[in-house]
Antibody, heavy 123, light 111 residues
Framework: QVQLQESGPGLVKPSETLSLTCTVS?????????WGWIRQPPGKGLEWLGS???????YYNPSLKSRISVSVDTSKNQFSLMLRSVTAADTAVYYC????????????????WGRGTLVTVPS | QSALTQPASVSGSPGQSVTISCTGT?????????VTWYQQYAGKVPKLMIY???KRPSGVSNRFSGSKSGNTASLTISGLQAEDEADYYC???????????FGGGTKVTVL
């Protein structure tokens, strides 16, 4: 069974960099899927942040493009999120998920999700 | 890049059917058959319910069905049950920046 687990600091100071890691178990991170990050501010909806495929292809939400990077560490079967210059608006539950894309670019769905981790940026 | 438009809430009595709409544009919902629906219980992880507009993953009840007409996709829950009370989110691939966009979510209440 595919399992994902987010890890990282729960509190990040304004203007600093949010860094999260997602550890994948039960499935090789090099086996044909993209790996993505989605967040959900408290009481609000879902927002896709970015996705990566074996450090070859990355896609980012255009509203975050200047601040975000997503990468894969195949040796550890992990992928990571970095979001720079955070503000209180970045406070959210951050989910990592396995993503199916076709043709190398077209996103179909996120089928396995981590449990999510709350990251707070104080105002 | 605007979010897809969903009603904030829908409700129905047990046994009834409810339909949730999800409206986008020709760059996303209308342009591709890649609409997805997720169910999320309060405080829980989103669960994939429908993909490719109308396909159900293994294990998802056939009471859930999806469809699309033009720029609007729909999720119908038939034979509404108490356990269906949750938030439902649509999403779609968009050709703008090869991105993924979500709807704002719809809260389904079973009366």
């Amino acid at each position: 069974q595919v399992q994902l687990q987010e890890s990282g600091p729960g509190l990040v100071k304004p203007s600093e960099t949010l860094s999260l890691t997602c550890t994948v178990s039960g499935y090789s991170i090099t086996s044909g899927y993209f790996w993505g990050w989605i967040r959900q501010p408290p009481g609000k909806g879902l927002e896709w942040l970015g996705s990566v495929y074996q450090n070859e292809n990355t896609y980012y939400n255009p509203s975050l493009k200047s601040r975000i990077s997503v990468s894969v560490d195949t040796s550890k079967n992990q992928f990571s999120l970095m979001l720079r210059s955070v503000t209180a608006a970045d406070t959210a539950v951050y989910y990592c998920a396995r993503e199916r894309r076709v043709g190398g670019s077209v996103s179909l769905f996120f089928d396995f999700w981590g449990r999510g981790t709350l990251v707070t940026v104080p105002s | 890049q605007s979010a897809l438009t969903q009603p904030a809430s829908v409700s129905g009595s047990p046994g009834q059917s409810v339909t949730i709409s999800c409206t986008g544009t020709s760059s996303d919902v209308g342009g591709y058959n890649y609409v997805t629906w997720y169910q999320q219980y309060a405080g829980k992880v989103p669960k994939l319910m429908i993909y490719d507009v109308s396909k159900r993953p293994s294990g998802v009840s056939n009471r859930f069905s999806g469809s699309k007409s033009g720029n609007t996709a729909s999720l119908t829950i038939s034979g509404l049950q108490a356990e269906d009370e949750a938030d439902y989110y649509c999403s779609s691939y968009t050709s703008n920046d090869t991105a993924v966009i979500f709807g704002g979510g719809t809260k389904v209440t079973v009366l």
